[in-house]
C-alpha cells in the first residue's frame, strides 16, 4: 500500500452517514468479532489449568466465579450470540434473502433482541442449576 | 493486438478463476465454514460450561475422560481460531494500511495457531494424562 498523499476526492467517511440500525449491527458485528478473539485467551487459561491441576484449577474457578468473573462470563456470552445472530443474518443475506431496506432494517432489530433475549435466558438457566 | 484488456489474461489464469488475490473465495467460503461449525460447537461448549460450572476439579476432570465430550471441546479451538484469524485479517487490511500491515497479519497467524495448540495440548492432556 501507497503512502503518497494525492489531491483525490475520499469516499465520505462514517461521520457523514445517519444512524441507522443495519450500521451499527455492522459495527456491533465486528468489535463483537475483536472481543471474541481477544477472549480465548481466557478459554485457555481456563483449559490450561484444568491441565495444570487442583490448585492452578483453583485460580481459575476463584476468578470466573467472582463478581467480576461472572460480570466479564456475562458480558463474554452476550458478545458470542449477538456474533452468532449476526452470522445467522449474514448466511441469510448470502442465500439472497432479506435484502431489501425494510427487511435488513427488521433484521437488524432482531439480531438485537434475540441476542439479548437468549443471553437473559442462558443466564436464567445457569441461575437455576 | 486488440485493445481489450481481457485479452491480457491467460485461459489458464480465467479458468483457475483465482483473480487479484490468488486464493479465490477461498477465504469468504472458509469463513463460512467454520462460521457454520462454530454455531455447533459453541454452541456444545456453552452447555458444558453451564453444566461445569462450580463443579470439583475432580468432575471437570472426569468429564474430559469421556472421548465424545473431550473430542467436541477440541474441535472448538480449531473451528474458532480459523474463523478469528480469517476476520481479524479482514479487520487489519481494513484499516492497518502502514509498515504495520505485514508483522500484525503475521502475529494474527501466530496467535491463532498458539490458541489452538495450547488448547488442544491442555485437552489432550485432561484426556489422556494421569
Given at each position: 500500500m501507497s503512502d503518497t498523499k494525492s489531491a483525490r476526492p475520499l469516499s465520505p467517511h462514517l461521520s457523514i452517514y445517519r444512524f441507522k440500525p443495519t450500521m451499527a449491527m455492522s459495527i456491533v458485528h465486528r468489535v463483537t468479532g475483536v472481543g471474541l478473539y481477544l477472549g480465548t485467551v481466557f478459554f485457555v487459561w481456563w483449559l490450561l489449568a484444568a491441565a495444570s491441576g487442583p490448585e492452578a484449577f483453583s485460580y481459575a474457578s476463584a476468578f470466573f466465579g467472582s463478581i467480576i468473573g461472572r460480570l466479564f462470563l456475562f458480558v463474554y456470552s452476550w458478545v458470542l450470540l449477538h456474533h452468532m445472530f449476526g452470522g445467522l443474518r449474514h448466511f441469510v443475506w448470502d442465500m439472497g434473502?432479506?435484502?431489501?431496506r425494510e427487511q435488513s432494517t427488521l433484521a437488524a432489530q432482531a439480531t438485537l433482541v434475540a441476542s439479548l433475549a437468549s443471553t437473559l435466558l442462558l443466564w436464567l438457566i445457569v441461575w437455576i442449576v | 493486438m486488440s485493445a481489450d484488456p481481457f485479452k491480457m489474461r491467460t485461459p489458464l489464469r480465467r479458468v483457475r478463476g483465482l483473480g487479484v488475490s490468488g486464493s479465490g473465495t477461498e477465504h469468504f467460503w472458509l469463513q463460512r465454514m467454520t462460521a457454520l461449525s462454530n454455531i455447533a460447537l459453541i454452541l456444545f461448549f456453552v452447555v458444558f460450561l453451564v453444566a461445569m460450572h462450580d463443579e470439583p476439579y475432580a468432575v471437570v476432570r472426569e468429564a474430559f475422560r469421556n472421548p465424545i465430550i473431550g473430542l467436541l471441546v477440541a474441535l472448538v479451538p480449531v473451528s474458532f481460531s480459523i474463523h478469528m484469524r480469517l476476520g481479524m485479517e479482514i479487520v487489519i487490511e481494513d484499516y492497518v494500511h502502514s509498515t504495520w500491515k505485514l508483522p500484525l497479519r503475521i502475529i494474527n497467524t501466530f496467535f491463532a495457531v498458539l490458541i489452538a495448540a495450547a488448547s488442544l495440548f491442555a485437552i489432550a492432556k485432561l484426556s489422556f494424562g494421569a
Amino acid at each position: 500500500m501507497s503512502d503518497t498523499k494525492s489531491a483525490r476526492p475520499l469516499s465520505p467517511h462514517l461521520s457523514i452517514y445517519r444512524f441507522k440500525p443495519t450500521m451499527a449491527m455492522s459495527i456491533v458485528h465486528r468489535v463483537t468479532g475483536v472481543g471474541l478473539y481477544l477472549g480465548t485467551v481466557f478459554f485457555v487459561w481456563w483449559l490450561l489449568a484444568a491441565a495444570s491441576g487442583p490448585e492452578a484449577f483453583s485460580y481459575a474457578s476463584a476468578f470466573f466465579g467472582s463478581i467480576i468473573g461472572r460480570l466479564f462470563l456475562f458480558v463474554y456470552s452476550w458478545v458470542l450470540l449477538h456474533h452468532m445472530f449476526g452470522g445467522l443474518r449474514h448466511f441469510v443475506w448470502d442465500m439472497g434473502h432479506a435484502i431489501t431496506r425494510e427487511q435488513s432494517t427488521l433484521a437488524a432489530q432482531a439480531t438485537l433482541v434475540a441476542s439479548l433475549a437468549s443471553t437473559l435466558l442462558l443466564w436464567l438457566i445457569v441461575w437455576i442449576v | 493486438m486488440s485493445a481489450d484488456p481481457f485479452k491480457m489474461r491467460t485461459p489458464l489464469r480465467r479458468v483457475r478463476g483465482l483473480g487479484v488475490s490468488g486464493s479465490g473465495t477461498e477465504h469468504f467460503w472458509l469463513q463460512r465454514m467454520t462460521a457454520l461449525s462454530n454455531i455447533a460447537l459453541i454452541l456444545f461448549f456453552v452447555v458444558f460450561l453451564v453444566a461445569m460450572h462450580d463443579e470439583p476439579y475432580a468432575v471437570v476432570r472426569e468429564a474430559f475422560r469421556n472421548p465424545i465430550i473431550g473430542l467436541l471441546v477440541a474441535l472448538v479451538p480449531v473451528s474458532f481460531s480459523i474463523h478469528m484469524r480469517l476476520g481479524m485479517e479482514i479487520v487489519i487490511e481494513d484499516y492497518v494500511h502502514s509498515t504495520w500491515k505485514l508483522p500484525l497479519r503475521i502475529i494474527n497467524t501466530f496467535f491463532a495457531v498458539l490458541i489452538a495448540a495450547a488448547s488442544l495440548f491442555a485437552i489432550a492432556k485432561l484426556s489422556f494424562g494421569a
